[in-house]
T-cell receptor
Framework: AQSVAQPEDQVNVAEGNPLTVKCTYSVSGNPYLFWYVQYPNRGLQFLLKYITGDNLVKGSYGFEAEFNKSQTSFHLKKPSALVSDSALYFC?????????????FGTGTRLKVLA | GAVVSQHPSWVICKSGTSVKIECRSL??????MFWYRQFPKQSLMLMATSNEGSKATYEQGVEKDKFLINHASLTLSTLTVTSAHPEDSSFYIC????????????FGSGTRLTVV
């Protein structure tokens, strides 16, 4: 079965320190990979995506993610965390073009940046 | 950029009544929209795919008669929770693809439904 795993329910990091939010996936073929952020009682905001090309993808608000095909991972990173980055982060995968537009979401990781 | 407006942002209704949630694409036409449900501290669960001018495609385990979806125009999809019960209380989110070939979708701001 196709799945997305975010192994950490919560990540705590001090402001100014680098942050990493982990994501691994189990999908056949070459999927499209996404990161979204959700603030309380709000919808999801797009951060970045990997479709093809360079394994390091840069996105909104200084976030970046590295695609690692051999490890089937797509970890989200930021060099210097801000308190305002505190939110819920979702990794999502879209299986390769097969007529489906469905996302498979991870369970989410709550990021808490401490001042 | 593409904007998806969802209304209402929150609603409280009595058990047994029906509630309609609207999802509008403001600056683009959306032939396909998606409806998700999110339980507290859990991920998003795809409920159905809404296609303009045709019947929605429901995910396994989602009651079609309970969650009525209508996509009558290229900019509007509605989700009606019929005969709501407290267990239907949840956060409902819609999303849409803003243009062909765009791999990522735009999400609405969500609707918090509380059934009392």
């Amino acid at each position: 079965a196709q799945s997305v795993a975010q192994p950490e329910d919560q990540v705590n990091v001090a402001e100014g320190n680098p942050l990493t939010v982990k994501c691994t996936y189990s999908v056949s073929g070459n999927p499209y990979l996404f990161w979204y952020v959700q603030y309380p009682n709000r919808g999801l905001q797009f951060l970045l995506k990997y479709i093809t090309g360079d394994n390091l993808v840069k996105g909104s608000y200084g976030f970046e993610a590295e695609f690692n095909k051999s490890q089937t991972s797509f970890h989200l990173k930021k060099p210097s965390a801000l308190v305002s980055d505190s939110a819920l982060y979702f990794c999502a995968v879209r299986p390769p073009a097969s007529g489906t537009y469905k996302y498979i979401f991870g369970t989410g990781t709550r990021l808490k940046v401490l001042a | 950029g593409a904007v998806v407006s969802q209304h209402p942002s929150w609603v409280i209704c009595k058990s047994g009544t029906s509630v309609k949630i609207e999802c509008r694409s403001l600056d683009f036409q959306a032939t396909t929209m998606f409806w998700y449900r999110q339980f507290p501290k859990q991920s998003l669960m795809l409920m159905a795919t809404s296609n303009e001018g045709s019947k929605a495609t429901y995910e396994q385990g989602v009651e079609k008669d309970k969650f009525l979806i209508n996509h009558a125009s290229l900019t509007l999809s509605t989700l009606t929770v019929t005969s709501a019960h407290p267990e239907d209380s949840s956060f409902y989110i819609c999303s849409a693809r803003d243009r062909p070939g765009n791999y990522g979708y735009t999400f609405g701001s969500g609707t918090r439904l509380t059934v009392v």
